[in-house]
Structures are given as structure tokens and as C-alpha cells.
């Protein structure tokens, strides 16, 4: 760590100033979302206007893309959409800090322990693992990470953690920990760390997504966290365990993100553990997108983001109807605007009001659906592998990004990779996840490479990276 992070980490005033920031926009979010949706709206047009402003004045590749446009601040349905491919090939142009430089944050971006530190002292810069085709990289600058803070602020104030046990919590010395992807600059580690490294005082603690099962279980019993925070399919199996009794949690608190989580699976979870679970929804174009509602729906944080779901050429879509991609705005973050940003996930506005009585906009997010995989082990012990993991893994070892793992038996799992990766790709991944059944303990599960390119699934269409074999 250079000596400026270091000052900036341990500096009382600098974490003070933070905080007090934090404290304020949670307060004003709150005071914004009781005056309801007019309210919400107004606040949605004040920093659209600004970031549109501050983007037009100080990113190069933006003035250039809206050059065609009137002099001021155009309408955001004006604004021409914008994809991942075309704003990391300007990368320099898109921010709007001009020291910021492409090589100089691949250069950090290269070392692990750099993971949620501060890049020029400054920013935090987390990467995507490119499950559309092309990996990200993203800079959040201080004010979008003291409103993604007090978002946090906010929804622990809801009513969703009104029912928490915060007694136990404390009991438990309020101990929290993530069971994520953590070989990478992502997110939520990035994110997870960042936390961890500005308040010192809190004890947190991360477990990699791609450790077995067992060891997961064995070092969460150890910890006792009354917070956890994971992807669905992960809670989901450590419900199961939980739910076995091989796990000994009284956790006060879940958080779930990062995958679809079905009611049934939300519900599950919350019986084994007899506490919330909170379901974000998020990207690493805008860590905080929306939270989940006990009706089933995601609530959009409209006041500091915008989704806008449309159909293929970018005209909106009916409520009701499932959208060809959504558009997203970010309104926190103004060093590397998005701004009509085509995520590609699908979405389905509600009809009419959520029956929960929140004044935000509901929706439903068709999200990452991979199968969890489960193996049968020479000995007859079965095994289940995180989707996570399994991806993860592959993406880590081969850098690519567009492939899909399916199961042929309970002892074959085939990787089918897109024809431009074939050649360079196949060696590391089948090695990767050689390497990766075998720390499972599932040696005689054999990994072959397939000659077809990923496919869609016939029943549902859904394009799945990982399809379990129940499936099929
Ligand atoms: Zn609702």
C-alpha cells in the first residue's frame, strides 16, 4: 500500500468527513421517499440534469457522441444509448477526470492486494467478469460511494429489518461476512474491502465462493456472523446445511445479490435461519440498482439511478410486458458517466402499484439463473458446486467470457466455449476446472470439451452458464 492510501485509511477526519456524508444523503433519501413519488421524480431530474452537464462539459467521448445535439441539457430520451464495448474502447475520453489513464489503472488493477484500495488515492475501481462478452473496468468516485453507502443506510432502516434480532447481532459482535468471488478485483469484494479498510473497528471477514462446501461451512460455524452476505444459490445451500444441522448460525441478518432469487428460495432460506433476507440488485455499472420487496418485486432506487426497459430498438416497453434489454443511468457516479447504458438484462415493470406500499418503481429482473451442479463422488457422497465457482474459475484461468459448463451425468460435465476462444481457451479451462473437481473431491467426475458452441435453453430460451443435468 502507498503511504497516501495508508494516510487516507487511518485519517479519523477523513473517515469522520465520510461518514458525515453518508449520515446526510441517507437522511435526505429517506426525506425524498416520505414526500413519495413526485418527490422521487424531481430528485431523478435534478441529477440527471447535472450528470448530463458535467458529462457534455468534461468527457470527450460523450461531447463527441451528443455533438449532434442542442446546446444544454438534452432530455435523457434524446440521449443516443450507449454499450460496454464502445465505452471501454474510449476509456481515457469516457471519464471525466482526464488523469485517469487505461494502462496506468491496468497496472493496479494487476496486483490482488490492491483489491477496494483507493486507485490515485482517490477512487475505487472494480472490474467485471464479462459474462456479456466483454469484461468492464469501473471507477466510483467518493460521492457514489457515500450514496451506495446511505442506500445501504437506508434499506437497514426499512421495514424488511425492522423484525432483525439486532440484540443477537450484537451478542455476536455484530460479526459479518461475505461468501463471494474474491480472486479478482469484482464488486463485491472490492466493495466488501473498501468497508473493511475504512472502518477498522468493524470485524469482517470473506470467504472464497470456490472453497468446497465443507470448508465454507466449517469456517462460517467458526465465525459465527450475525450478518451474511452472498449469491442465492449459495445461501440456498448453506440453508440446506444449516437446515441439516452440519451449520450452527443465528445470524440476525442475510443479504443476497448478483443471481435471480426465486420467493421459494428467499423463503426457504429465511425459514432455516428464522431471520430477513434483504435481495439486492446491482451491477458493477451501479453497485445499487434496487432491492427486493416481500410481494416478489424489485423496487429501483429512482432517485439515484434510472431504468428504462426497452424493446430491440430502444423504444420503450409496455408495463407488463418482458423488455429485449434495459437502459441504465447512473445518477451517483460522475467520473465515468453511464448514461443510457444498455445492461442487457430483460425487465418487467409492474401494471399497477407494488401491494407493499413502496413509492418506487417495481420491477421484475429476469437475473442470472445458473444451476447449482450436483456430482456424485466415487464413494457415492454427492456434491454440489456453486454456479459461481464453476464460472469463475474458468474465467480466472482462460480469460474468456462467453462459455457455458452443462452436466451430462452425475460424473461428466462438458464445456462448450464460443468458436473464436476454441483454441486458445479449451487447455486452461478444462484444466481449471480439472483442478476445481478435484479440490471437491471429485476425481472421477470426468470434464470433456464439447463441439457445440453455448446454446439457449429449448424450454425456457434463457442462456445459462451453468445447466445442471436435472435439467436437461
Ligand atoms: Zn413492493
Known sequence: MDPLSL?????????????WSVATLAAQTLLTRGLG????????????DTLVAHARLHSPFYRKRWRHLPAGVPALADLPVVTKQELMAAFDDWCTD???DARDIA???????????????????WTSSGTTGTPGVFVQDEAALAAYDALVS?????????????????AQGGRAALVTADCDHFASIASWRRVAHGKPWLDMKSF?????????????DAYRPAFIASYPTVLALLADEQAAGRLHLRPAALWAGGEALSRAAREAIEDAFGCPLINEYGASECLTIGYGCREGWLHVNSDWAILEPVDRDHRPTPPGELSHTVLLTNLANSVQPIVRYDLRDRARAATSRCPCGSPLPAIQVEGRCDDVVACTARDGTVVRLVPLALTTV?????DVHRFQIVQRAVDCLVLRLGAADR????????????????????????VLLDDREPQADAHDGKLRGVVALARR
Open 37 to 48: 413519488a413526485a418527490a422521487i421524480a424531481a430528485a431523478q431530474r435534478q441529477r440527471c
Open 154 to 170: 437506508v434499506q437497514l432502516a426499512g421495514s424488511t429489518f425492522a423484525a432483525c434480532d439486532w440484540s443477537a447481532a450484537l
Open 98 to 100: 482526464r488523469a485517469i
Open 394 to 398: 474458468v474465467e480466472e484461468a482462460a
Open 208 to 220: 472464497a465462493v470456490t472453497l468446497p462446501l465443507p470448508d465454507i461451512v466449517a469456517g462460517l
Open 7 to 19: 494516510a487516507r485509511l487511518i485519517d479519523p477526519l477523513q473517515m469522520a468527513a465520510a461518514q
Open 107 to 125: 497496472r493496479f488493477l494487476g496486483t490482488r492486494a490492491h483489491i477496494g484500495e483507493r486507485y490515485r488515492g482517490r477512487y475505487v475501481v
Open 423 to 446: 483454441a486458445r481457451a479449451a487447455a486452461p479451462a478444462l484444466r481449471a476446472l480439472r483442478a476445481h473437481l478435484d479440490r471437491h473431491g471429485l476425481r472421477n467426475v470426468t
